[in-house]
């Protein structure tokens, strides 16, 4: 894959930001970890990752704030895949309406997340 293109995996589980780590870097992109909304709002910022994997319920601010300030600064194109336990309908729909690109439920296969990550990485401008 490709070092140049860098993914925050928002997380507040070790367990499951450590899976996605590891998936993640073993197919070769960069990567960078949060572990509440406040710090990966600010970590955004600074380094302008391509993709934000988002968690939904996180400390701080939650996935739904934390997407919807990704996506209100015309200068940050980055896509969004929020990965979450909230499975029903409604939380999907509110999902891709705060901005999401992509919304996956857990359990996440690896395979499920290469796949949406190298479509995902397709379109990146």
């Not at 993640?24 to 909304?37: F, I, N, Q, R, W």
């Not at 934000?52 to 996180?58: G, K």
Request: net charge negative; aromatic share 4%; glycine share 4%.
């Amino acid at each position: 894959m490709s070092e140049e293109i860098q993914v925050l995996i928002v997380e507040d589980s070790p367990t499951a930001r450590h899976q996605m780590v590891e998936i993640v870097k073993a197919a070769g992109y960069s990567y960078l970890t949060a572990e509440d909304g406040e710090s990966a709002i600010e970590l955004i910022k600074q380094r302008h990752p391509e993709v934000v994997v988002l968690d939904i319920v996180l400390p701080k601010k939650n996935g739904y704030q934390v997407c919807r300030a990704i996506k209100s600064d015309p200068e940050l194109a980055i896509k969004v895949l929020m990965v979450t336990a909230k499975d029903q309908e409604n939380d999907r729909i509110w999902g891709h309406r705060q901005g999401a690109d992509v919304y996956l439920s857990k359990p996440i296969n690896r395979n499920q997340l290469l796949d949406v990550l190298s479509e995902m990485v397709a379109s990146v401008p």
